[in-house]
């Protein structure tokens, strides 16, 4: 049965209202780990320690990525959102069950992982960067802890959004951020670079906590119930997702293996990629996490128009906040690092290396802001294997752009940064490719959204940039700040000059929301 227009518009206000309350709490955790990193950085710079705590972290990530966050989109959300319309005392059997099972395999894989770390950090730096190494198998046994709270928080996020409650998972990260501050802050003088491990300890712990409240009518026992047909339904869905993240953890073993043979190149591509995070988070993710639930009751319902005006929808909000945010990071890439970084023992020198890498990850980050979107939009109708065979072709574009570039060029590592931005753009374009064969999307004014949204950021770059170059002689803050308002200003009326739709309902939600009074 196919929604009315009144229905879809519904649809969509719902969504966009989601999407707002998501990015409320992206807006706090980007925030904080905007402040996070620089303190990071003013404590210890760009270096081995730096180096060495990203090298180590890359090991309980990938673990955690494996078993359990390539999982709650693929698989526990869609599966979950079902059972939570159907029935409830069902639904608590399947979270019980599924609870039970993860925090079991999270604790078995950290004490292996912790038992062959040497080995484990020995794939991921070259054989001549000794010191790195040791420095890196000292900090795993201190980051493992985390993994078993962040994966039980992980699948709590999923049972949360299933239930289309947004508002405490919308703060895990930032709970998390501010666990990472205050244990750096606390301990640096202390035990050095063992902080940032003491912090990452203290944030998953407090993003379990944040999201405990939510649980309050939740039917919770022990269950190893494998039999159950959605846990069968939920491993099924999650078997493909693992080949994708078996390429990602490819590609980040390659991509760790090359940048340790640059000094300093791990923890400036980890500042850099701080900035890129920013806007991904706050727009893209925030925007597909609102989506997803009502994609996956769309396409439950064989639902294929409202499923293909939703994303459309989805894609226009992504493509209307991306691409003006590419082009302000290009204007302004100098100012912005000196003001979020150069301080204590992070120098100007620092800020001009780390400037240049985040220019260099700029291509690929409305390819990556898109291509959320679309990954969504196969998780939702159950296909979990099509993304995941792409992350292969794209690991080749990274290999093909990043090792000539950095072994056999003067770019260094930007030459692998140039890499994940090509890998980027190429996995956006061969999923949306695919996505256009079983999902014809054409006549939705997707193309025109583009064109449009290119145009208003190409003449705002070119606005940010005018003045910031009368302000050379100013602080980085006051450029970024008198620009950056100019560029928005410019950008906003610009949407409205050459009315794009996604700028025209997202100012008609507000304005009902605004005029809505309680009766």
Same mark, same amino acid.
């Given at each position: 049965?196919?929604?009315?227009?009144?229905?879809?518009?519904?649809?969509?206000?719902?969504?966009?209202?989601?999407?707002?309350?998501?990015?409320?709490?992206?807006?706090?955790?980007?925030?904080?780990? =905007?402040?996070?990193?620089?303190?990071?950085?003013?404590?210890?710079?760009?270096?081995?320690?730096?180096?060495?705590?990203?090298?180590?972290?890359?090991?309980?990530?990938?673990?955690?990525?494996?078993?359990?966050?390539?999982?709650?989109?693929?698989?526990?959300?869609?599966?979950?959102?079902?059972?939570?319309?159907?029935?409830?005392?069902?639904?608590?059997?399947?979270?019980?069950?599924?609870?039970?099972?993860?925090? !079991?395999?999270?604790?078995?894989?950290?004490?292996?992982?912790?038992?062959?770390?040497?080995?484990?950090?020995?794939? =991921?730096?070259?054989?001549?960067?000794?010191?790195?190494?040791?420095?890196?198998?000292?900090?795993?046994?201190?980051?493992?802890?985390?993994?078993?709270?962040?994966?039980?928080?992980?699948?709590?996020?999923?049972?949360?959004?299933?239930?289309?409650?947004?508002?405490?998972?919308?703060?895990?990260?930032?709970?998390?951020?501010?666990?990472?501050?205050?244990?750096?802050?606390?301990?640096?003088?202390?035990?050095?670079?063992?902080?940032?491990?003491?912090?990452?300890? =203290?944030?998953?712990?407090?993003?379990?906590?944040?999201?405990?409240?939510?649980?309050?009518?939740?039917?919770?026992?022990?269950?190893?119930?494998?039999?159950?047909?959605?846990?069968?339904?939920?491993?099924?869905?999650?078997?493909?997702?693992?080949?994708?993240?078996?390429?990602?953890?490819?590609?980040?073993?390659?991509?760790?293996?090359?940048?340790?043979?640059?000094?300093?190149?791990?923890?400036?591509?980890?500042?850099?990629? !701080?900035?890129?995070?920013?806007?991904?988070?706050?727009?893209?993710?925030?925007?597909?996490?609102?989506?997803?639930?009502?994609?996956?009751?769309?396409?439950?319902?064989?639902?294929?128009?409202?499923?293909?005006?939703?994303?459309?929808?989805?894609?226009?909000?992504?493509?209307?906040?991306?691409?003006?945010?590419?082009?302000?990071?290009?204007?302004?890439?100098?100012?912005? !690092?000196?003001?979020?970084?150069?301080?204590?023992?992070?120098?100007?020198?620092?800020?001009?290396?780390?400037?240049?890498?985040?220019?260099?990850?700029?291509?690929?980050?409305?390819?990556?802001?898109?291509?959320?979107?679309?990954?969504?939009?196969?998780?939702?109708?159950?296909?979990?294997?099509?993304?995941?065979?792409?992350?292969?072709?794209?690991?080749?574009?990274? =290999?093909?752009?990043?090792?000539?570039?950095?072994?056999?060029?003067?770019?260094?590592?930007?030459?692998?940064?140039?890499?994940?931005?090509?890998?980027?753009?190429?996995?956006?374009?061969?999923?949306?490719?695919?996505?256009?064969?079983?999902?014809?999307?054409?006549?939705?004014?997707?193309?025109?959204?583009?064109?449009?949204?290119?145009?208003?950021?190409?003449?705002?770059?070119?606005?940010?940039?005018?003045?910031?170059?009368?302000?050379?002689?100013?602080?980085?803050?006051?450029?970024?700040?008198?620009?950056?308002?100019?560029?928005?200003?410019?950008?906003?009326?610009?949407?409205?000059?050459?009315?794009?739709?996604?700028?025209?309902?997202?100012?008609?939600?507000?304005?009902?929301?605004?005029?809505?009074?309680?009766?």
């Amino acid at each position: 049965m196919t929604e009315t227009p009144a229905a879809s518009t519904s649809v969509f206000r719902n969504i966009a209202l989601a999407a707002l309350l998501i990015s409320l709490g992206n807006v706090a955790s980007r925030v904080l780990g =905007l402040v996070r990193e620089p303190i990071i950085a003013a404590y210890f710079s760009r270096g081995l320690e730096v180096d060495a705590f990203t090298l180590a972290w890359t090991l309980p990530n990938a673990l955690y990525e494996l078993l359990i966050s390539g999982a709650v989109s693929a698989a526990l959300v869609p599966v979950f959102s079902e059972y939570a319309e159907r029935d409830r005392d069902e639904f608590w059997r399947v979270v019980s069950t599924v609870i039970t099972l993860a925090f !079991t395999m999270l604790v078995i894989a950290s004490a292996l992982l912790a038992w062959q770390a040497p080995l484990a950090v020995a794939l =991921l730096a070259r054989p001549t960067e000794s010191a790195l190494q040791a420095e890196a198998v000292a900090l795993v046994g201190w980051l493992l802890p985390a993994v078993t709270l962040m994966g039980i928080s992980g699948i709590v996020t999923a049972v949360l959004h299933a239930q289309r409650r947004f508002l405490l998972p919308a703060f895990v990260a930032a709970a998390f951020n501010t666990g990472m501050i205050i244990g750096i802050i606390t301990l640096a003088p202390l035990v050095g670079i063992k902080s940032l491990a003491a912090g990452t300890l =203290l944030g998953a712990s407090a993003q379990l906590l944040i999201q405990l409240p939510g649980l309050r009518d939740a039917h919770l026992r022990i269950r190893f119930d494998l039999r159950h047909p959605a846990v069968r339904r939920i491993l099924r869905l999650y078997a493909p997702v693992t080949l994708g993240i078996g390429f990602s953890l490819i590609g980040a073993v390659i991509d760790r293996w090359l940048a340790s043979g640059f000094p300093a190149a791990l923890s400036t591509m980890r500042f850099a990629t !701080t900035l890129i995070q920013f806007p991904l988070g706050l727009v893209a993710s925030a925007v597909a996490l609102a989506v997803l639930p009502t994609l996956s009751r769309q396409s439950a319902a064989g639902d294929d128009p409202a499923f293909r005006a939703t994303l459309a929808m989805g894609l226009k909000i992504v493509l209307l906040l991306i691409l003006p945010a590419t082009a302000g990071l290009a204007a302004l890439s100098r100012p912005i !690092t000196a003001t979020l970084f150069e301080r204590g023992a992070f120098g100007a020198e620092d800020t001009a290396v780390t400037a240049l890498a985040l220019v260099a990850y700029l291509p690929g980050l409305p390819a990556a802001a898109i291509d959320q979107m679309l990954l969504f939009a196969f998780y939702a109708r159950k296909n979990t294997l099509t993304p995941n065979l792409i992350q292969g072709a794209a690991i080749l574009c990274y =290999l093909a752009v990043a090792v000539p570039l950095a072994e056999w060029t003067s770019l260094g590592f930007l030459g692998l940064v140039l890499g994940n931005s090509a890998q980027w753009i190429g996995h956006a374009i061969i999923t949306a490719w695919l996505l256009q064969r079983s999902l014809p999307l054409r006549g939705l004014r997707l193309g025109e959204a583009t064109v449009k949204g290119a145009i208003a950021s190409g003449v705002m770059a070119l606005a940010v940039s005018g003045i910031a170059a009368l302000g050379q002689s100013w602080p980085p803050l006051a450029q970024v700040v008198v620009a950056g308002s100019a560029g928005i200003a410019s950008y906003a009326l610009l949407t409205v000059a050459l009315r794009l739709e996604a700028a025209t309902f997202l100012l008609s939600v507000l304005q009902q929301r605004l005029r809505r009074r309680p009766v």
